[in-house]
């Protein structure tokens, strides 16, 4: 099953070097998740109560730490299927004093029942690791189910298909030399970006795959060589 390998890959390797390796593969990243956080409190009003689908949420726990310290009335469901990762967000979560608002579920958006509805949602850097129009159509069909009408979706992740913009991902090897890899780590991270992950092939096709699973048309407010973020409401 599609959605199984993504998460495999996410194995006690990666999660342990996942912290530092996500802040190289992609210039920004924390700007990134700040910024995802501003969009919701900006939608949803400052200081409202809200609870939030967090679908992929483990790593760093960014997205929850960034939104609960921006908004002391947010509550977090924290969505991973790969343990390891789960529980790296779970210590950075409970690090910054927010475990008592986040709900950690070790599994799938779909797991939840469809009777929970949330005031927003986040899916950063996971839409891409899904193999196929299949698999990204269920991941967003699962989030918008649950989601209210009208709510914020953050969505974030690699677009274009690598290969067809050859500047760019020589840009990122790049920033993997910047940060001090050696050319065979540069290389190996060019071979595992090129057959690890099916990102959609372009903004137009972002745009398609929310319109078909209940968004409206996306915003935009981040991007970073292939990677873009952007805010859609649920119709
Ligand atoms: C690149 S990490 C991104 C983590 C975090 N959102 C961030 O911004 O750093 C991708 C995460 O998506 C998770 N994942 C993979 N397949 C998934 C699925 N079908 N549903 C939810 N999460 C999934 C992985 O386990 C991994 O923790």
Redesign the pocket.
């Given at each position: 099953m599609p959605?199984?390998e993504?998460?495999a890959?996410?194995d006690p390797s990666r999660?342990a070097e996942?912290e530092r390796q996500?802040r190289i593969a992609l210039a920004g990243?924390d700007a990134?998740?700040d910024l995802g956080a501003c969009i919701l409190a900006a939608a949803l009003g400052q200081g409202a109560a809200a609870k939030i689908l967090?679908?992929?949420?483990?790593?760093?726990g960014?997205?929850i730490i960034a939104g609960g310290q921006l908004e002391p009335n947010w509550h977090f469901v924290a969505?991973?299927?790969?343990q390891p990762?789960?529980d790296l967000?779970v210590s950075r979560i409970r690090e910054a004093g927010l475990e008592s608002r986040t709900e950690a579920v070790l599994g799938?958006?779909h797991d939840l029942p469809e009777t929970e509805s949330f005031d927003a949602a986040?899916?950063?850097?996971?839409l891409h690791?899904?193999p196929g129009e299949e698999?990204k159509l269920e991941?967003l069909d699962s989030i918008s189910a649950r989601l209210k009408k009208g709510a914020p979706l953050i969505l974030?992740g690699n677009h274009h298909a690598y290969s067809s913009k050859p500047l760019l991902l020589s840009a990122w090897a790049e920033r993997w030399r910047m940060t001090g890899s050696t050319p065979d780590e540069v290389k190996a991270k060019q071979g595992k970006i090129l057959q690890g992950a099916d990102p959609p092939h372009s903004e137009a096709h972002v745009a398609q795959l929310l319109s078909l699973t209940g968004f409206g048309a996306p915003e935009r407010f981040f991007s970073s060589l292939f990677w873009g973020a952007w805010v859609a409401f649920r119709l």
């Open positions: 959605a199984k993504a998460a890959k996410f999660a996942y996500s990243y990134c998740h967090v679908a992929g949420a483990g790593g760093t960014n997205e969505v991973d299927p790969a990762m789960l967000a799938y958006v986040t899916l950063i850097g996971v690791h899904l698999a991941m974030a």
